[in-house]
C-alpha cells in the first residue's frame, strides 16, 4: 500500500491552525473488524519518532488535545488547532492493515 | 517505565553480516508485539520486521526479505534483528519499538536508535 503525503513543507504561525494530508492506495477499513488502520507519529528534530494517534481518530495517551485525526477509507487528515512551536518536526503516516507495513514520505512542519 | 536500547550497529562492508540486539525493560515483554524501523540518513520511515509476543508469526519488509530475520528471547526481554548480504542502501539508524498488543499493533514506544553503515 502506498501512502502519500501533502504538502511536503508546511510552514506555520504559532496559534494557527494546522492541517496534513494522507492518502493511501487502497482502502485501511479492516473488512472484520471495523476500524481503519492509520497511525501519526511526530519525529522532533533530533529524537526518535513519537507516537501521535493510531487508528485514523484515538489520541495516544499524553498527546496534548489539539492535534486530531480524522478520515476514511483512502484519506486521512492530521489537525492541529493552534500550533505551537513545541510542534515543530516531520510528520509521518503509516498503514497497519497490511504487509508490508508502510509510512508515508513525510510532512515537515516548522514554523 | 518502558525502556527500549538498541545495540549492535557500527560500520561493516558489503556482503558482511551484523546482528542488532534491543534490550527492554519497564514492561512484560513476552506479551507485546516488538518492531524494527529504519531511517537512511535523511530520509524517512521504513518499516523493516514485526515479531509476534510469542515470536510465531514474523512479517518483512520487501527491501530486507530472505536477508534480514527477527527473533526474540523473552527469556532475556530482548529483540534481535540478523542482517545478513548487507548493502550500501541498508545504512540508516535502526530503531527498536514495542508494539501495542500481541501482535503489530500501534508503535506506542521507540529506542533511541542505532546506527549501521554500510560501507568497504
Known amino acids: 500500500i502506498v501512502m502519500t503525503q501533502t504538502p511536503l513543507s508546511l510552514p506555520v504561525t504559532p496559534g494557527e491552525p494546522a492541517s496534513i494530508s494522507c492518502k493511501s492506495s487502497?482502502?485501511?477499513?479492516?473488512?472484520?473488524?471495523?476500524?481503519?488502520?492509520l497511525d501519526w507519529y511526530l519525529q522532533k528534530p533530533g529524537q526518535s519518532p513519537q507516537l501521535l494517534i493510531y487508528?485514523?481518530?484515538y489520541r495516544a495517551s499524553g498527546v496534548p488535545d489539539r492535534f486530531s485525526g480524522s478520515g476514511s477509507g483512502t484519506d486521512f487528515t492530521l489537525t492541529i488547532t493552534r500550533v505551537e512551536a513545541e510542534d515543530v518536526g516531520i510528520y509521518y503516516c503509516?498503514?497497519?492493515?497490511?504487509?508490508?507495513?508502510?509510512f508515508g514520505g513525510g510532512t515537515k512542519v516548522d514554523i | 517505565q518502558v525502556q527500549v536500547v538498541e545495540s549492535g550497529g557500527g560500520v561493516v562492508q558489503p556482503g558482511r553480516s551484523l546482528r542488532l540486539s534491543c534490550s527492554t525493560s519497564?514492561?512484560?515483554?513476552?506479551?507485546?508485539?516488538m518492531h524494527w524501523v529504519r531511517q537512511a540518513p535523511g530520509r524517512g520511515l521504513e518499516w523493516v520486521a514485526v515479531?509476534?509476543?510469542?515470536?510465531?508469526?514474523?512479517f518483512y519488509g520487501d527491501s530486507v526479505k530472505g536477508r534480514f530475520a527477527i527473533s526474540r528471547d523473552n527469556s532475556k526481554n530482548t529483540l534481535h534483528l540478523q542482517m545478513n548480504s548487507l548493502r550500501a542502501e541498508d545504512t540508516a539508524i535502526y530503531y527498536c519499538?514495542?508494539?501495542?498488543?500481541?501482535?503489530?499493533?500501534?508503535?506506542?514506544?521507540w529506542g533511541q536508535g542505532t546506527l549501521v553503515t554500510v560501507s568497504s
Open positions: 519499538a514495542r508494539a501495542a498488543g500481541f501482535s503489530y499493533g500501534h508503535i506506542d514506544h
Open positions: 519497564g514492561f512484560d515483554f513476552s506479551t507485546s508485539g
Open positions: 515479531i509476534f509476543h510469542d515470536g510465531s508469526k514474523k
Open positions: 487502497q482502502s485501511l477499513l479492516h473488512s472484520e473488524d471495523g476500524f481503519t488502520y
Open positions: 487508528r485514523t481518530s
Open positions: 503509516m498503514q497497519r492493515l497490511e504487509f508490508p507495513l508502510t
